[in-house]
C-alpha cells in the first residue's frame, strides 16, 4: 500500500498555547483512516492545516500528498487537488436548493451564467450516488440533518473528491442515518476514495476503520492498524486520556447542604428545527454548598441545557419543570430567571458576556442597576465603590475601574463577568467553561472564588470539557452526551476513563 | 493575543492616554466648531455673531437638536429614524387643523399634538423592536405615509396663523422683570437701553451651575481614584464652556433677551444629559447597543427598551413639529422636509456610532451646530443651496472618517 497523504512532525502554535507538537500521520491511498482524540487534543487543528484553512508558513513540517510536498495557502488550494473536508457544523446555505448549494461557488457557468440543466442533471447523478432520494430543487432547510449530511457529501463529490475528511459525521445523526453514512464510506473506499473520519463512536470505528491515530495534548500517541489488532476500547481511552494531572487545584472540603436547584425531565428543541429534540429528558439538581460539574463532548448539549434554563436564552418549546428549594420557579424569560436567583456565565465571553467597549464599572453593575439606583437614578458614588470592591476581591488586574473590558486579559475578562453575576447575588451560578482560552494562574484564581461561593451556600454548575479540571474541583459529576444525562458520580469515584467509557458506552448502546 | 500584551506591558499609562483619547475627541469637536464659527465670523465681516443672527442660529437649529437627542438614543440602541421629518410635518398639519379648522384652544392642542407623536413612534417602535423588522425600513415607510398624510390634511394649503401665545413657543422671548430695578445698581448705561437683565441672570446662573456640577463630578471621581483629567484641563475646560455662555447670554440679553425656545432646548439637553449618563434607562441603552446579546443575556428587556426609544423620538418629533408650525405660523405640506437628514448627520457628527452603543448628548448638540453654523454662514454669504448640500456632505464623511481612523488606529 503506498501512502496517499503524509503530514511529518507538524507543530502550530497559537499564542500562549502550543497545539499541536510535531505530529506524524500517514493516511494509505483508499483506506479509512480514523483519528480520535479528546476536546483539545488538536485533531480539528490537523485537519485545518491539512485543508489549508491555516495556511502553508503558519506552522511547521510538512505535507505531502500524492507524492509532492504541497503547501496549501487556503482551502481552495486543498480543494483542487481533491481535499474536501466536511465539517461538524454543515456548511449548506439553508433558504437555497439542493441543486444550488451542491454547487455553491462551483458553479457549471459560461462568462459568469449558470447552465441550470448541466446543474440540475448532475445534480440528480450526484444524488443517486449518495443514495438521497430528493428533487434538486428541494431546499436545504426543509432536510433533516442525515439527509444534509448527504448533500454535504455530494457536494464533496461534485468537486472530484479524492481525500474526504468527516468531523465527526454522525455526531447528530439517529442510527439508521448513521449506518447508511458508514456504509456509503465503504462504498467509497471500494470506489478508490480515500477518507479521514473523526470520531469517538468505538462501534464505528470497528466498522469501518482500518487505521486509527491517537492524539492527545496535541501530539500523535499511537497508530493502531486494525487490519492486524482487535479494537480494545480500554486501550483507546486510555491512550486518549492517559496525560498526567499536571493542573493544581486548591484545596476543597464541602459542606454540602439540602438540595437547592432541580430541573424535572427538561426538554428542549432546536431554535430553527422545529421538533427536532436538543435536550432530550433531562433530570439534574444541585444542592446548597455543592459544586457539580457536567462533563462531556463539544457538542453533547450542556451549553444548550444551560441557556434554556435561564431564562429560555437557548431553543423553542422548552418543555419541564425548574425548583428552586422545592418550590417551583418560573424561568420563562431571562429576566424571571435572574428574579429566581439564576446566574449563567457564558462560555462565550467576548460576544455573550461583555459591553467590550464599556469599562469594567459599567459591565460589572450591568445585571443588577437597581441595586445601585434609586428611581431609575444612578449613584455614581455607590457603583464605583462596588466596582472597586469586586476589583480588588477577584483581583482584576487593571489600571482602574474605567478601563474599557477590550483591553483585559482573558483571565480578567472572564473576571469581569464572574464579577457581574455575583453582584446580582444568585442561588446558583452555572458557569459554563469558566477557564477556557486563560492561563494556568488564572484559572486557580477562578477555582478560588468558585470553592468561596460554595463556601458561601450557593449551588455551583460547572460546565467544562476539560475533564481533569471537574475532576478537581467538582463534588459530583453529570455525564452529558447528545442531549441525555449518560452517567453521575461523586468526583472521589469519578475518572477521566471512567468518564469517557460513559460517553462511549452510550454510543455504542445507542446504535 | 495582541490586546493582553497591551494591557500587560503599560497598565498605568495606558489608562492616562485613554483619558486623554476619550477627551480629545471632544475637545477636537469643540474645536472645530470654534474654528467653523471664526471662519463664517470672518468671512460675514461679524455678521455671524451678531445678536440677531445669534438668535437667528437659535431659533432655526432648535427642533434639529431637540430630535437629535432622541435620534442620539435611537443610534445608541443600534437602530435609525427616518421618519422624523415627516411626523413633524404630520404633526405641524394636525395641530394647524386644530387651532384653525376646530378653533380649539392652544394648550391642549399641544398636549394633544405630543401625544400624537408619542402614539407615532410607539406603534414605529412596536415592528421595530417586536415585530423585529430593521427600523430602517420600518421609518422609510413612516416617512411616505406621513409625508402623504401631511399632503392629504393640508390639501396643498397653507393654514395659519396661530393665536399669539402659540407662535410665542418658537418666537418669543423671556420676558424682561428686572430691567426696572437693574438701575437701582448704579449706572448701567455700559449695558444699554434695552438690555434685558432677566436673560442674562439665567445665562451667568446657568454657567454657575455647570460649574458646580463639574466641580462636584470631578472631586467625586477624585475620592474614588478613577483617573481624572488633569486638572489644568478640567479648569480650562469648564472656563471656556462658562465663558460662551455667559458671552452668548450677554450677546443675545443686548438684543431681545433669550428665546423661549432656548429655554425649552436647554432644559432637554440637561434632562438627556442626565439620562444617559445617570440613570439606568439610560446606561441601559448603550449596554443594548454595545452587545445586544450580553444585555439579554445580563436581563435586560431590550425588546421594551428598543420600543422606548422610539416613542421617545415620537415625542420629540412631536414637539420639533410645533416649533417648526409655531415659527413659521402656518402648517405647510413641506414642513419638516429632509429634516431627518441633518439630525442624523448632527449624530454621526457629534461622534455617535452607527453600529450603536457610542454617542455623547454634547457631542450630538455640538455636532448640530456645527450643521447649523455652516448652514447659516453659508446662506448669509449667498451660497447656493445646492453647493450646501455638498459641503455637508463632505463635512459629515470627514467628521465620521476621523473618527473612524482613530478608532482603528487605537
Given at each position: 500500500m503506498t501512502a496517499i497523504l503524509e503530514m511529518r512532525g507538524i507543530s502550530k502554535s497559537f499564542p500562549g498555547v502550543?497545539?499541536?507538537?510535531?505530529v506524524n500521520l500517514a493516511v494509505e491511498a483508499g483506506e479509512i483512516h480514523a483519528i480520535c482524540g479528546e476536546n483539545g487534543a488538536g485533531k480539528s487543528t490537523l485537519m485545518k492545516i491539512l485543508s489549508g484553512v491555516y495556511p502553508h508558513g503558519s506552522y511547521e513540517g510538512e505535507i505531502v500528498y500524492q507524492g509532492a510536498e504541497r503547501r496549501f495557502s487556503s482551502i481552495s488550494d486543498s480543494e483542487h487537488l481533491g481535499i474536501i473536508i466536511i465539517h461538524q457544523e454543515l456548511a449548506l446555505v439553508p433558504l437555497l436548493s439542493i441543486a444550488e448549494n451542491i454547487f455553491l461557488g462551483n458553479e457549471p457557468a459560461k462568462l459568469g451564467v449558470i447552465d441550470w440543466d448541466v446543474a440540475f442533471s448532475r445534480t440528480r447523478e450526484l444524488l443517486a450516488r449518495v443514495g438521497l432520494k430528493e428533487?434538486?430543487?428541494?431546499?436545504?432547510?426543509?432536510?433533516g440533518v442525515g439527509k444534509q449530511q448527504l448533500v454535504e457529501i455530494a457536494k464533496a463529490l461534485a468537486k472530484k473528491v479524492q481525500l474526504l475528511i468527516l468531523d465527526e459525521p454522525t455526531a447528530s445523526l439517529n442510527e439508521t442515518d448513521s449506518d447508511a453514512l458508514l456504509n456509503l464510506l465503504l462504498e467509497f473506499k471500494s470506489h478508490g476514495i480515500t477518507s479521514i473520519l473523526i470520531s469517538h463512536k468505538l462501534n464505528e470505528l470497528a466498522k469501518v476503520a482500518d487505521q486509527i491515530t491517537v492524539l492527545r495534548d496535541g501530539s500523535t500517541v499511537e497508530t493502531i492498524n486494525c487490519r492486524t489488532e482487535k479494537i480494545d476500547e480500554g486501550r483507546i481511552i486510555k491512550s486518549m486520556v492517559?496525560?498526567?494531572?499536571y493542573e493544581r487545584y486548591p484545596p476543597r472540603e464541602p459542606h454540602v447542604g439540602e438540595k437547592l436547584f432541580e430541573i424535572r425531565d427538561w426538554r428542549v428543541e432546536h431554535p430553527l428545527h422545529a421538533g427536532r429534540e436538543v435536550i432530550k429528558g433531562i433530570d439534574l439538581h444541585v444542592n446548597a454548598g455543592e459544586v457539580v460539574g457536567i462533563a462531556g463532548l463539544m457538542g453533547s448539549g450542556r451549553t444548550e441545557l444551560a441557556m434554556s434554563v435561564f431564562?429560555?436564552?437557548?431553543?423553542?418549546?422548552v418543555r419541564g419543570q425548574a425548583l428552586m428549594q422545592g418550590r417551583e420557579i418560573d424561568v420563562s424569560s431571562i429576566q424571571k430567571a435572574v428574579a429566581s436567583g439564576l446566574a449563567y456565565v457564558t462560555e462565550d465571553r467576548k460576544t455573550l458576556g461583555l459591553i467590550l467597549n464599556d469599562d469594567i464599572r459599567s459591565n460589572v453593575t450591568l445585571a443588577n442597576l437597581p441595586a445601585i439606583a434609586w428611581n431609575g437614578v444612578l449613584d455614581d458614588h455607590r457603583e464605583a465603590t462596588v466596582a472597586n470592591q469586586y476589583r480588588s476581591k477577584l483581583n482584576i488586574r487593571s489600571s482602574s475601574i474605567l478601563q474599557r473590558t477590550l483591553t483585559l486579559s482573558g483571565g480578567n475578562q472572564q473576571k469581569v463577568v464572574l464579577s457581574k453575576w455575583l453582584f446580582a447575588n444568585p442561588q446558583v451560578l452555572i458557569l459554563d467553561e469558566p477557564t477556557r482560552g486563560i492561563d494556568v494562574g488564572a484559572k486557580y484564581e477562578i477555582y478560588t472564588i468558585i470553592n468561596d461561593l460554595a463556601a458561601s451556600g450557593k449551588g455551583v454548575i460547572v460546565i467544562s470539557s476539560e475533564m481533569p479540571e471537574l475532576l478537581g474541583i467538582c463534588d459530583r459529576l453529570y455525564v452529558m452526551n447528545e442531549g441525555r444525562l449518560v452517567g453521575e458520580m461523586p468526583a472521589h469515584e469519578a475518572s477521566q476513563e471512567k468518564i469517557m467509557a460513559s460517553i462511549m458506552r452510550y454510543e455504542g448502546a445507542a446504535q | 493575543m495582541k490586546h493582553e500584551t497591551i494591557a500587560a506591558a503599560a497598565p498605568s499609562r495606558t489608562a492616562g492616554v485613554g483619558v486623554w483619547r476619550t477627551n480629545l475627541r471632544d475637545y477636537g469637536l469643540l474645536a472645530s466648531l470654534l474654528v467653523i464659527m471664526a471662519f463664517f465670523e470672518l468671512l460675514t465681516s461679524g455678521v455671524l455673531l451678531a445678536p440677531v443672527n445669534i438668535t437667528n442660529l437659535i431659533l432655526q437649529n432648535s427642533y434639529i437638536v431637540i430630535m437629535a437627542l432622541g435620534m442620539l438614543l435611537i443610534i445608541v440602541g443600534g437602530n435609525i429614524d427616518l421618519s422624523v421629518g415627516s411626523i413633524v410635518g404630520f404633526v405641524g398639519a394636525i395641530a394647524a387643523t386644530l387651532m384653525v379648522d376646530y378653533k380649539m384652544p392652544w394648550v391642549p392642542v399641544v398636549g394633544l399634538s405630543l401625544l400624537l407623536g408619542a402614539l407615532i413612534g410607539a406603534a414605529q417602535g412596536w415592528f421595530v423592536a417586536y415585530a423585529r423588522i430593521p427600523s430602517f425600513i420600518v421609518t422609510l415607510g413612516g416617512m411616505l405615509i406621513f409625508r402623504g398624510l401631511t399632503g392629504n390634511i393640508l390639501l396643498g394649503q397653507f393654514v395659519g396663523p396661530f393665536p399669539k401665545e402659540f407662535q410665542s413657543i418658537s418666537s418669543g422671548f423671556i420676558p424682561d422683570f428686572l430691567s426696572p430695578y437693574a438701575s437701582a445698581f448704579g449706572d448701567l448705561a455700559l449695558f444699554g437701553q434695552n438690555f434685558r437683565w432677566t436673560s442674562m441672570l439665567i445665562g451667568v446662573s446657568g454657567a454657575a451651575l455647570l460649574l458646580f456640577t463639574s466641580a462636584r463630578r470631578w472631586r467625586r471621581e477624585k475620592e474614588h481614584t478613577i483617573e481624572t483629567e488633569p486638572f489644568p484641563l478640567f479648569v480650562g475646560k469648564n472656563a471656556i464652556f462658562a465663558i460662551l455662555i455667559v458671552g452668548f447670554s450677554y450677546l443675545l440679553s443686548s438684543y431681545r433677551g433669550l428665546p423661549n425656545v432656548l429655554i425649552t432646548m436647554g432644559a432637554l439637553i440637561l434632562l438627556y444629559m442626565f439620562v444617559t449618563t445617570r440613570m439606568t434607562i439610560g446606561r441601559r441603552i448603550y449596554a443594548l447597543g454595545g452587545n445586544r446579546l450580553a444585555a439579554q443575556l445580563s436581563g435586560i428587556r431590550t425588546e421594551r427598551l428598543i420600543w422606548a426609544t422610539f416613542v421617545n423620538m415620537g415625542l420629540l418629533a412631536g414637539l420639533a413639529g410645533l416649533i417648526v408650525a409655531a415659527r413659521l405660523n402656518s402648517a405647510t405640506p413641506s414642513a419638516g422636509n429632509s429634516f431627518e437628514l441633518d439630525v442624523i448627520a448632527a449624530c454621526f457628527i457629534g461622534g455617535a456610532s452607527a453600529s450603536g452603543g457610542v454617542g455623547k448628548v454634547m457631542g450630538v448638540v455640538i455636532g448640530a451646530f456645527v450643521m447649523g453654523v455652516m448652514n447659516n454662514g453659508m446662506s448669509i454669504l449667498g451660497i447656493g443651496i445646492y453647493w450646501q448640500y455638498v459641503v455637508k456632505g463632505l463635512v459629515l464623511l470627514a467628521a465620521v472618517y476621523v473618527d473612524i481612523s482613530q478608532k482603528n488606529q487605537g
Amino acid at each position: 500500500m503506498t501512502a496517499i497523504l503524509e503530514m511529518r512532525g507538524i507543530s502550530k502554535s497559537f499564542p500562549g498555547v502550543k497545539a499541536l507538537r510535531n505530529v506524524n500521520l500517514a493516511v494509505e491511498a483508499g483506506e479509512i483512516h480514523a483519528i480520535c482524540g479528546e476536546n483539545g487534543a488538536g485533531k480539528s487543528t490537523l485537519m485545518k492545516i491539512l485543508s489549508g484553512v491555516y495556511p502553508h508558513g503558519s506552522y511547521e513540517g510538512e505535507i505531502v500528498y500524492q507524492g509532492a510536498e504541497r503547501r496549501f495557502s487556503s482551502i481552495s488550494d486543498s480543494e483542487h487537488l481533491g481535499i474536501i473536508i466536511i465539517h461538524q457544523e454543515l456548511a449548506l446555505v439553508p433558504l437555497l436548493s439542493i441543486a444550488e448549494n451542491i454547487f455553491l461557488g462551483n458553479e457549471p457557468a459560461k462568462l459568469g451564467v449558470i447552465d441550470w440543466d448541466v446543474a440540475f442533471s448532475r445534480t440528480r447523478e450526484l444524488l443517486a450516488r449518495v443514495g438521497l432520494k430528493e428533487s434538486p430543487r428541494a431546499l436545504i432547510t426543509n432536510l433533516g440533518v442525515g439527509k444534509q449530511q448527504l448533500v454535504e457529501i455530494a457536494k464533496a463529490l461534485a468537486k472530484k473528491v479524492q481525500l474526504l475528511i468527516l468531523d465527526e459525521p454522525t455526531a447528530s445523526l439517529n442510527e439508521t442515518d448513521s449506518d447508511a453514512l458508514l456504509n456509503l464510506l465503504l462504498e467509497f473506499k471500494s470506489h478508490g476514495i480515500t477518507s479521514i473520519l473523526i470520531s469517538h463512536k468505538l462501534n464505528e470505528l470497528a466498522k469501518v476503520a482500518d487505521q486509527i491515530t491517537v492524539l492527545r495534548d496535541g501530539s500523535t500517541v499511537e497508530t493502531i492498524n486494525c487490519r492486524t489488532e482487535k479494537i480494545d476500547e480500554g486501550r483507546i481511552i486510555k491512550s486518549m486520556v492517559g496525560r498526567e494531572m499536571y493542573e493544581r487545584y486548591p484545596p476543597r472540603e464541602p459542606h454540602v447542604g439540602e438540595k437547592l436547584f432541580e430541573i424535572r425531565d427538561w426538554r428542549v428543541e432546536h431554535p430553527l428545527h422545529a421538533g427536532r429534540e436538543v435536550i432530550k429528558g433531562i433530570d439534574l439538581h444541585v444542592n446548597a454548598g455543592e459544586v457539580v460539574g457536567i462533563a462531556g463532548l463539544m457538542g453533547s448539549g450542556r451549553t444548550e441545557l444551560a441557556m434554556s434554563v435561564f431564562g429560555r436564552a437557548y431553543g423553542r418549546n422548552v418543555r419541564g419543570q425548574a425548583l428552586m428549594q422545592g418550590r417551583e420557579i418560573d424561568v420563562s424569560s431571562i429576566q424571571k430567571a435572574v428574579a429566581s436567583g439564576l446566574a449563567y456565565v457564558t462560555e462565550d465571553r467576548k460576544t455573550l458576556g461583555l459591553i467590550l467597549n464599556d469599562d469594567i464599572r459599567s459591565n460589572v453593575t450591568l445585571a443588577n442597576l437597581p441595586a445601585i439606583a434609586w428611581n431609575g437614578v444612578l449613584d455614581d458614588h455607590r457603583e464605583a465603590t462596588v466596582a472597586n470592591q469586586y476589583r480588588s476581591k477577584l483581583n482584576i488586574r487593571s489600571s482602574s475601574i474605567l478601563q474599557r473590558t477590550l483591553t483585559l486579559s482573558g483571565g480578567n475578562q472572564q473576571k469581569v463577568v464572574l464579577s457581574k453575576w455575583l453582584f446580582a447575588n444568585p442561588q446558583v451560578l452555572i458557569l459554563d467553561e469558566p477557564t477556557r482560552g486563560i492561563d494556568v494562574g488564572a484559572k486557580y484564581e477562578i477555582y478560588t472564588i468558585i470553592n468561596d461561593l460554595a463556601a458561601s451556600g450557593k449551588g455551583v454548575i460547572v460546565i467544562s470539557s476539560e475533564m481533569p479540571e471537574l475532576l478537581g474541583i467538582c463534588d459530583r459529576l453529570y455525564v452529558m452526551n447528545e442531549g441525555r444525562l449518560v452517567g453521575e458520580m461523586p468526583a472521589h469515584e469519578a475518572s477521566q476513563e471512567k468518564i469517557m467509557a460513559s460517553i462511549m458506552r452510550y454510543e455504542g448502546a445507542a446504535q | 493575543m495582541k490586546h493582553e500584551t497591551i494591557a500587560a506591558a503599560a497598565p498605568s499609562r495606558t489608562a492616562g492616554v485613554g483619558v486623554w483619547r476619550t477627551n480629545l475627541r471632544d475637545y477636537g469637536l469643540l474645536a472645530s466648531l470654534l474654528v467653523i464659527m471664526a471662519f463664517f465670523e470672518l468671512l460675514t465681516s461679524g455678521v455671524l455673531l451678531a445678536p440677531v443672527n445669534i438668535t437667528n442660529l437659535i431659533l432655526q437649529n432648535s427642533y434639529i437638536v431637540i430630535m437629535a437627542l432622541g435620534m442620539l438614543l435611537i443610534i445608541v440602541g443600534g437602530n435609525i429614524d427616518l421618519s422624523v421629518g415627516s411626523i413633524v410635518g404630520f404633526v405641524g398639519a394636525i395641530a394647524a387643523t386644530l387651532m384653525v379648522d376646530y378653533k380649539m384652544p392652544w394648550v391642549p392642542v399641544v398636549g394633544l399634538s405630543l401625544l400624537l407623536g408619542a402614539l407615532i413612534g410607539a406603534a414605529q417602535g412596536w415592528f421595530v423592536a417586536y415585530a423585529r423588522i430593521p427600523s430602517f425600513i420600518v421609518t422609510l415607510g413612516g416617512m411616505l405615509i406621513f409625508r402623504g398624510l401631511t399632503g392629504n390634511i393640508l390639501l396643498g394649503q397653507f393654514v395659519g396663523p396661530f393665536p399669539k401665545e402659540f407662535q410665542s413657543i418658537s418666537s418669543g422671548f423671556i420676558p424682561d422683570f428686572l430691567s426696572p430695578y437693574a438701575s437701582a445698581f448704579g449706572d448701567l448705561a455700559l449695558f444699554g437701553q434695552n438690555f434685558r437683565w432677566t436673560s442674562m441672570l439665567i445665562g451667568v446662573s446657568g454657567a454657575a451651575l455647570l460649574l458646580f456640577t463639574s466641580a462636584r463630578r470631578w472631586r467625586r471621581e477624585k475620592e474614588h481614584t478613577i483617573e481624572t483629567e488633569p486638572f489644568p484641563l478640567f479648569v480650562g475646560k469648564n472656563a471656556i464652556f462658562a465663558i460662551l455662555i455667559v458671552g452668548f447670554s450677554y450677546l443675545l440679553s443686548s438684543y431681545r433677551g433669550l428665546p423661549n425656545v432656548l429655554i425649552t432646548m436647554g432644559a432637554l439637553i440637561l434632562l438627556y444629559m442626565f439620562v444617559t449618563t445617570r440613570m439606568t434607562i439610560g446606561r441601559r441603552i448603550y449596554a443594548l447597543g454595545g452587545n445586544r446579546l450580553a444585555a439579554q443575556l445580563s436581563g435586560i428587556r431590550t425588546e421594551r427598551l428598543i420600543w422606548a426609544t422610539f416613542v421617545n423620538m415620537g415625542l420629540l418629533a412631536g414637539l420639533a413639529g410645533l416649533i417648526v408650525a409655531a415659527r413659521l405660523n402656518s402648517a405647510t405640506p413641506s414642513a419638516g422636509n429632509s429634516f431627518e437628514l441633518d439630525v442624523i448627520a448632527a449624530c454621526f457628527i457629534g461622534g455617535a456610532s452607527a453600529s450603536g452603543g457610542v454617542g455623547k448628548v454634547m457631542g450630538v448638540v455640538i455636532g448640530a451646530f456645527v450643521m447649523g453654523v455652516m448652514n447659516n454662514g453659508m446662506s448669509i454669504l449667498g451660497i447656493g443651496i445646492y453647493w450646501q448640500y455638498v459641503v455637508k456632505g463632505l463635512v459629515l464623511l470627514a467628521a465620521v472618517y476621523v473618527d473612524i481612523s482613530q478608532k482603528n488606529q487605537g
